[in-house]
Nanobody, 113 residues
């Protein structure tokens, strides 16, 4: 199983980034998928979930700013992040929800002032 997040980078506060997650080795379309993040010194937390049917859930701090989506034909998941804030700085990971597989490397998102 491979769950590879990409698309992170350095962005100014108020800017946007789009993350991608490539999934291999799982029946992607049947799994609820989630974006998670871990900031320095903090526990990893769930940011957003997209269920197999397309319903979505967002953590309160990102609601209205982030949009999660998926393409079951390509086994890809995305996270469009707008109006980024300093507190969004973290390593972002993708996995199923609930978590079933080992964590990949993640992708670093750094928001600067």
């Amino acid at each position: 199983v491979q769950l590879q997040a990409s698309g992170g980078g350095l962005v100014q506060a108020g800017g946007s980034l789009k993350l991608s997650c490539a999934a291999a080795g799982i029946i992607f379309s049947r799994n609820a998928m989630g974006w998670y993040r871990q900031a320095p010194g903090k526990q990893r937390e769930l940011v957003a979930t997209i269920f197999s049917g397309g319903n979505t859930y967002y953590q309160g701090s990102v609601k209205g700013r982030f949009t999660i989506s998926r393409d079951n034909t390509k086994n890809f998941m995305y996270l469009q992040m707008n109006s980024l804030k300093l507190e969004d700085t973290a390593v972002y990971y993708c996995n199923t929800n609930p978590v079933k597989f080992s964590w990949g490397q993640g992708t670093q998102v750094t928001v600067s002032s």
